[in-house]
């Protein structure tokens, strides 16, 4: 007991201080050191190692924005000036649509990048000196979609033939046009201090001498994170003209070093393999979540994993120490075991972020080693040949048995016509991409519209049964906090809707579960299933002479 509880503790202190370093190196992100010198009140030459920004001379600006197949330019030669904003205002946010050609080369699966100039009016980027600019690919390249047909119904002679072109180029990467380009200038007017730059601003920067000072040139910025799945259009050969959406707001310094970070980290988990589409879903919470709430649910997602962790290891000993099945309705595991396996096939099939998918698969691992034990399986090899061979029953758990067997009885009236008109329903009126996706997801509406009915047998085992003692106590109340974690990030990470009332309709079993334990206190002077009493006094070695 003592070396579990002290590996407990051990992992609850390396979680403190995994948060107080996150919160010491969110700090340093947001928090930048300013010139020493011109804190002290110390300017122009006086302020010596000190790099001062331009914007502060106010100078007079023009944003202009250039499309081209090449991924460097060296004079104005085959560029499109698509946007041009003269009198450029920095401190005043914009949103403008323009239609932009689109060359053959790009629509053979070929790549447009766009080039933005920030510089001074009136005269041209290439010839001003101290102009600033960036680039952005506005293709990107992704596996388009699957089109979902009606099963029954089918599909005209004209979409068949469509349909048959484009079968053995569904699985190719095709370019996609990103109608959305986001635009920042760093506002502030900081003083940097030249001998400790921060390196993640300093990439952006361009400097310049003037007189006997140093000074930075505006810092622009794209904001990567803001280019979004939803926002990208396959592009098809016969396509001549596109929509980009162009935007700009000014941003500070401490979001604008945040934000850098968070398009490093999202580039890094591309790096390791992770998709568009899962890291769109990272975008989605940095982009489509309030800053004060992002870090509220940095640390409800430290928490939710450290609960995962305590779940997971308190749930795996108290099945690994189970001996008898006594007051455990057998049916709830098998159940819970064919609800988590068909929630990992459903969520994989609609391609979900592995922020969902990762952990589900997890779940589903482990409840099938849980039914394993409740059935008391045991699997010997005959060479290749495995044999299944099930354990015995004592009469204590046979009438647990009959009691999970006569709850099912009741529940099957009700839960089965539920289940197959509700297929039936989807098979007339929903549209899938295959036979495979219909049937995983009827089988998933079942699991998410009336699953928490298939908990209900392990209620009534506990009523007739007036005890609780046998459920994993700790276990559960782990999930049942990663359970209310789940209600917020419900609204965070996408998902799809059924998954996301799911975790709603947990809360309410919960709170049964609850009543039901104040309901029927635990008696202490009862031996539990390892032969334990709490109240049992512990025996004493026999003293010898």
Request: charged content about 20%.
């Amino acid at each position: 007991m003592l070396s579990r509880s002290s590996f407990t503790s051990l992992v609850v202190g390396v979680f403190a201080v995994y948060v107080a370093h996150t919160c010491w190196v969110m700090y340093g992100i947001v928090y930048t050191r300013p010139c020493p010198a011109a804190a002290a009140g110390g300017g122009g030459g006086a302020a010596a190692g000190c790099v001062w920004p331009y914007l502060s001379r106010r100078p007079k600006l023009q944003l202009s924005v250039y499309t081209t197949t090449r991924s460097s330019i060296g004079a104005e030669s085959n560029i499109d000036l698509v946007l041009n904003v003269e009198d450029f205002d920095i401190e005043s946010k914009f949103e403008r649509t323009v239609n932009v050609s689109v060359p053959k080369k790009t629509r053979n699966n070929g790549t447009l990048y766009a080039y933005i100039f920030l510089h001074h009016a009136g005269i041209l980027p290439w010839h001003d000196g101290k102009q600033v600019h960036v680039v952005s690919p506005l293709t990107t390249y992704m596996v388009p979609k699957p089109e979902e047909i009606n099963l029954l119904t089918g599909e005209s002679a004209t979409q068949q033939i469509e349909a048959e072109k484009q079968t053995n180029a569904l699985d190719e990467p095709v370019s996609h046009w990103r109608s959305r380009l986001t635009l920042n200038v760093m506002v502030e007017d900081f003083v940097f201090d030249g001998s400790s730059l921060p390196a993640d601003v300093h990439r952006y920067m361009k400097m310049v001498q003037l007189g006997k000072t140093v000074h930075y040139l505006p810092i622009l910025f794209i904001d990567q994170l803001s280019n979004r799945v939803k926002d990208l259009m396959v592009i098809n050969r016969s396509t001549t003209e596109l929509p980009l959406t162009v935007s700009y707001d000014k941003i500070s310094l401490g979001k604008l070093r945040f934000w850098i970070h968070m398009q490093d980290a999202v580039y890094s988990l591309q790096q390791f393999g992770f998709s568009e589409k899962d890291a769109d879903e990272v975008k989605g919470i940095f982009v489509d979540t309030n800053l004060y709430f992002l870090a509220l649910t940095f640390f409800v997602a430290a928490f939710h994993l450290l609960f995962d962790f305590l779940a997971f290891k308190n749930d795996i000993s108290f099945w690994k120490k189970k001996r008898s099945m006594i007051g455990m309705s057998t049916k709830a595991v098998l159940w819970r075991c064919f609800s988590t396996v068909v929630i990992f096939l459903f969520l994989l099939d609609e391609q979900t972020s592995l922020l969902v998918l990762i952990p589900a698969g997890i779940g589903a691992v482990i409840e099938l080693w849980k039914v394993k034990k409740a059935l008391k399986m045991t699997i010997k090899w005959q060479g290749l040949r495995p044999k299944v061979q099930f354990g015995t029953y004592s009469d204590s758990e046979k009438k647990t048995e009959e009691y999970d067997t006569q709850a099912m009885k009741y529940l099957s009236y009700l839960l089965y016509p539920l289940c197959i008109g509700g297929a039936g329903y989807s098979l007339l009126n929903v549209k899938y991409k295959s036979w495979y996706s219909w049937l995983i997801n009827s089988f998933v509406n079942g699991v998410y519209a009336f699953g928490f009915l298939f908990m209900l047998p392990q209620l009534f085992v506990n009523y007739k049964m007036k005890s609780v003692a046998h459920l994993p106590w700790k276990a559960f109340t782990y999930k049942a906090f990663n359970t209310f974690i789940d209600d917020i990030f419900a609204f965070i990470i996408t998902m799809p809707t059924s998954h996301r009332l799911a975790c709603f309709r947990d809360d309410v079993v919960f709170l049964v579960y609850l009543y039901q334990r104040w309901l029927y206190p635990v008696d202490k002077s009862r031996v539990n299933e390892y032969g334990e009493s709490y109240e049992e006094k512990p025996k004493k070695k026999a003293h010898r002479e």
